[in-house]
Each structure stands twice: as C-alpha cells, then as structure tokens.
C-alpha cells in the first residue's frame, strides 16, 4: 500500500518494481523500440557511409548495433552483479562518437576504431566508480556546449546525405535534394502536430514515409535484402583489432561525455517515480555503459549508451516498469540476428536518411542550447567559453586546414567535437570565475543532456 500511495503521488501508473499484464508490456515494449529504432540504426549508418563501406558491411554494422543495444538495455533491466542499473534505461549506439570513429576508420581502418572501442571502455567503467569525484569537471555550461557541438558538427554529415551521400553520381540532384526536404518538413510538421510517443517518433516515421515514397522513384535497391538471410550468428572480432594511443584517448574521452548523459538519464528516469538516484544505481549505469560497449567492440557495434528520448517516454507513459524495457531490450536483441533487418536499414536511400538527420541533429543542438539556458548565467566569461569552443571545434571541421598536423595527434584534430569540448574543459579551469552562480552537475543531471534525442 505505501508503494501504491507513492506511485499515485508521483503521477506514476506503474512503478519500476511493477509488472503489467503481459499484454500491457509487450505492448509499451514495442513502443519503447519504436521510438529508439532511429537513433540506433542512424549510427552505425553514417559511421559506414563515411569510411565508404559496402552495403553488405553496413548491414552487419547496423545488425550488431541492434544485437547490443538489446543486451545492453537488458543488462540494464535486470543487472550481472554490479553491472547494471536496474532501471527502464533503453540503450542504443551513441551519436557521441560518429565524427570522431569515421575520422579514426578513414585513418586506420575499422580494426583501429574497434580497438579503440574496447580499450577505452575502461574509461566509463573507471567513471562508475569515480563520477562523484569528477563531477565538478564537468559543470552545465561544458556539457551544453557539448551536445551544442554533437549537434553541429554533425549537421554538414547530413547535408551530405541529404544530397545523396559524399560519394554519390548524382550528388545534389533536384531527386535527391527533394526527396531529403520531403522527409525533413514531414518530420519537422509530425512534430508540431501531434503529442507524446507520435512526437518523440516523429522523425523515425517521417524516415518510414519516406523510404516507402522512395521505392516508386527507382532510388532503392532491395537485392541485397534479397541476398540477406534470416538468421545468422554474431561474428565476433570480423575486422579485428588494433591499438594507436592517439585514437584510445580521443574515444576515452567520449566515452566520459556519454557518461554524463547517463547520469543525467539515470536521474531523469527516477525524477518520474520522485526520488533521486542511489550510488548503486548510478554505479550501475556507468558500468552497464562501459562494459556493453567493450563487448560491443568485439562484436562490431558502435559503443552504447542511454536514450534520452526513452526517459521522455517514461515519462509520458507514466509507466517506469523495468520489465516493460526488459522486453524492448528482447526485440533488439532478436533482430540483431536476423540479416534482412541490417540489409533492409542498409538499403535506405541516403536522401531519406539525410532529410530526417538534419532534423535530429538540429534538436541535438537546441537541446544544448536549452541546458544552457536553464542552468547558467550569461556572463562575459561565461559568454567567452562558449564563443571559443564553437569556434574552434568548427574551425577543425574544415580538414584542408589542419593536414599538416603530425599523424601521432590527427585523431584529436579529426573531430570539432573533441577539440570544442575540450577548449570549454580547459576555459572553464582556466578563465577566473566571475561568482556567475553555475549549477553543479546534479542539477543539470536530473534534465537529461538529450544527446541522443
């Protein structure tokens, strides 16, 4: 009866210990994906179009993706140990590490940005243990400016698709260009139009619509879905690994960036039953990110993290049942191993892709500018910090302009975000504080970075 009594308080129709009517969970379950699917596949989808892989490659990517982000959010569910939150944390390939592992893999191939991926997973595993202590490191104007970059410089990558893909016969035709803003101001209208789980499912369905208005304008190709089959085991170490320090420590360092967003998450979740995170379950979290990640590495799947936009489903929902996630992390997992789900992802037109991605990256960049503006004054200095890091993680954007940079160091030089987010590191510890009345990362926490929304 207390259970009950604090469920009703909190505006919550099922708690995270509760479990629904079987009906009920696979239900909220499917929703759960529906409104991740996007943002997973998405990924996996621009890493491969950037190093310039095959189709059948890009299905694998995407499959593995899919295979991990599903045991990712069971082990999140349910926990190994100490490994796990025991939360409704849905997790997927992270946004974060796009720019840099393409940068990473055109330099030294897939083998480099795997090595990479499970080395630096340590990273995350260390801040499980540590985030209490680096906390102060990273105040809310830093990680503002850090999805603020996520956002920027990804949005040129979806121009690009929008245009048909940097390698494309027919870059920039009027098809490819109008079948990218066909998706763009559907999603864009999907959005303002309607509320809850259609909205936070905006983009993912204006992509559906259009891939399917695609079909008829002879811009996809569906052999290899045919050549697909339906079942097939996980390969793990398909492109092997290999180890240069340059790229281990720029992916270290996301891998702190994408645990921020995990706290945030872990706090947001437990925001909707009313009570703050315990240290197990932010111990927890971390962990499950770090460890799912390496594992992933060794499977061929982008690291992983927690989806903001599934805490915004918990949210609406007001259902915070971990069992219901629980079945959402089974679906992944299941379509990890069927290859026509990756060769289908695959075979999207890159327009399609482009047109519902610019929309995607340019929330990413408002949700930046949101934690800004919610949790720190607008002083000289603080002003200052934020002038800088654009600055000069969009200057490096521009390769011509830093090819002569030594090869031991291009890794931090390949990716604007790494350079931003670290200038606003080093602003913040360097630049005298003007008692400007920053929040502690706590605060910022409990709204979620959005860096995957």
């Known amino acids: 009866m207390e259970r009950q009594r604090s469920a009703e308080q909190a505006g919550v129709a099922c708690e995270i210990e509760d479990k629904p009517p079987i009906g009920v969970v696979v239900a909220l379950g499917f ?41 990712a959010t069971i082990v999140q569910a349910y926990s190994i140990g100490p490994v796990g939150a025991r939360l409704p944390l849905v997790m997927g390939a992270s946004f ?13 191939g897939l083998a480099t940005v795997f090595g990479a991926c499970l080395t630096a997973a340590v990273a995350e595993i260390w801040l499980g243990f540590a985030h209490d202590r680096v906390d102060r490191f990273v105040p809310p104007l830093v990680g503002g400016i850090v999805v603020m970059l996520i956002g920027l410089t990804l949005i040129p990558v ?6 048909g ?5 027919q870059y920039g035709s009027f098809v490819n260009l109008g079948l990218a803003a066909f998706v763009f101001f ?15 499912g905006s983009v993912f369905v204006g992509i559906l619509v259009g891939y399917v208005v695609a079909v008829p304008l002879g811009v996809v190709d569906f052999s290899p879905v045919a050549r697909a089959g339906w079942v097939a085991v996980p390969d793990p170490l398909q492109y092997g690994l290999a180890f240069e320090p340059g790229a281990i420590i720029v992916v270290a360092f996301l891998y702190a960036v994408t645990g921020v967003e995990t706290i945030g998450d872990v706090s947001g979740t437990l925001a909707v039953v009313g009570r703050e995170p315990t240290e197990d379950e932010l111990r927890g979290g971390l962990l499950a990110d770090g460890v799912m990640s390496a594992v992933g590495a060794v499977f061929g799947a982008v690291p992983t993290t927690s989806f903001s936009q599934n805490v915004g489903v918990v949210t609406v929902t007001g259902v915070a049942s971990r069992h219901v996630v629980g079945v959402g992390g089974f679906v992944l997992l299941a379509a990890g191993f069927v290859p026509k789900i990756g060769a289908l992802a695959a075979a999207m037109p890159e327009p399609v892709l482009g047109g519902g991605a610019l ?19 607008w002083t000289h200095r603080n002003t200052t910090i934020v002038a800088v890091s654009i600055a000069l993680g969009l200057a490096v954007e521009h390769p011509v302009a830093v ?12 990716s604007g975000l790494v350079v931003g987010s670290i200038s606003a590191l080093a602003c913040t510890l360097v630049l005298p504080d003007e008692d400007s009345g920053v929040a502690s990362l706590g605060s910022t926490a409990s709204e979620g970075s959005g860096v995957d929304d």
């Not at 996996?44 to 890009?58: D, K, R, S």
């Not at 559907?186 to 936070?200: K, N, P, S, Y």
């Not at 929309?359 to 004054?377: A, T, W």
């Open 186 to 200: 559907l999603a864009l209208a999907l959005d303002q139009i309607f509320e809850g789980i259609l909205r936070l």
């Open 165 to 169: 893909g940097p390698s494309a016969q």
């Open 403 to 414: 090819v002569s940079v030594p090869a031991a160091v291009q890794p931090f030089f390949s």
């Open 31 to 71: 929703q759960h994906v529906f409104v991740m699917l996007l943002g997973n596949v998405a990924p996996p989808l621009l890493i491969a179009g950037g190093i310039g892989l095959a189709t059948g490659e890009t299905g694998f990517l995407v499959r593995m993706a899919l295979l991990v982000a599903g045991g």
């Open 96 to 108: 974060v590490f796009v720019g840099p592992l393409v940068g990473i893999g055109e330099q030294f």
């Open 359 to 377: 929309v995607l990256f340019g929330m990413i960049f408002s949700s930046g500018v949101g934690i800004i503006e919610r949790e720190v004054e």
């Open 158 to 163: 979806g121009m690009d698709y929008a245009a």
